[in-house]
Structure formats: C-alpha cells, structure tokens
C-alpha cells in the first residue's frame, strides 16, 4: 500500500496471533514519512533493518539505524522522517493489533514499477478521517512542516 508517500505491506494481522500483534513491513523513501499521530490505544514497535530514520518521540528526536528499535507507547505523539538519500526498510509491530487494518483502508494500491507518489493534503485528511476509526489521532509536534497548513 502507498500511504504517507511511503510503501507499506501488512505481513501479519492480528487475527493471525489470535489478537496479541500485527507486523507491518514499511519501504521509507527519501523525505518519506508520516504526519505527527497518536496511537490511542496500540503500542508500537519500529525496528529499522535498512538504512536511516529520524524518529521523534514527544518532540525528542533520534537517528535510528540497523537494527535499532523504537518504542512508542499509547498516547504518544510521534512521527519519523528519511532524511537520508536511500531508502530504508522498516518493521512495524503494534500490540494489541487493529493499525494494520488502517494501513490497508486508508493505503492506496501500489504498482510495481511506479515511483511512490507524494501524498497531498487531500491524502493527509483522508489518513487522519480513517486512522480515527482504529484509533489513530492526529499529533502536532515541532518542526513538522504540516504543523503550519493543518490542524488535524
């Protein structure tokens, strides 16, 4: 699935653990990732197994690399950006499981062969209306350039 001008594939729903986790698989291209979001209910794991990310937690940013692992708890504002010019592969574990089905409803179909498409603003408020239903909230954090053109 596209979403958030990155390329996610849901490997594991939750059904398949009998409701304990889901794991996601992300492709982050340069300048990909999400706006700040909370996760109301789910704790989330980020594994990063290629390349770079920043992450920010609650307005504190990190350099994640191979093989590091973010730890996102319920309730906290966070978002991650590739700041870098090669594409880095990222595992997604929430617990308990129900995000996977966002990246399904709110993603749009990827096309093998086709660059990733940059989200719009349109994109974002679609994301943000379907993330509520499994929930997801929108977060505001510094130095996220959409703090400035949404309030969601």
Partial sequence: MWLSSDVYNV???GEATNGAV???DG???PGGGPPPHIHLEATELIYVH???LVIIIDGIERTAGPGDTA???PGTVHWFRNRTAVPARVLFVFTPPGTEEFF???GTPASAGVAVPQATD???ARASEIGRRFGLAPGTSPGHPLD???AV
């Fill in 122 to 124: 349109d994109d974002t």
């Fill in 71 to 73: 730890v996102i708890t």
């Fill in 11 to 13: 490997t594991v729903r």
């Fill in 27 to 29: 492709w982050v291209p």
């Fill in 50 to 52: 290629t390349g770079e």
């Fill in 104 to 106: 399904i409803q709110a």
């Fill in 148 to 150: 400035e053109r949404t």
């Fill in 22 to 24: 889901s794991l996601t």
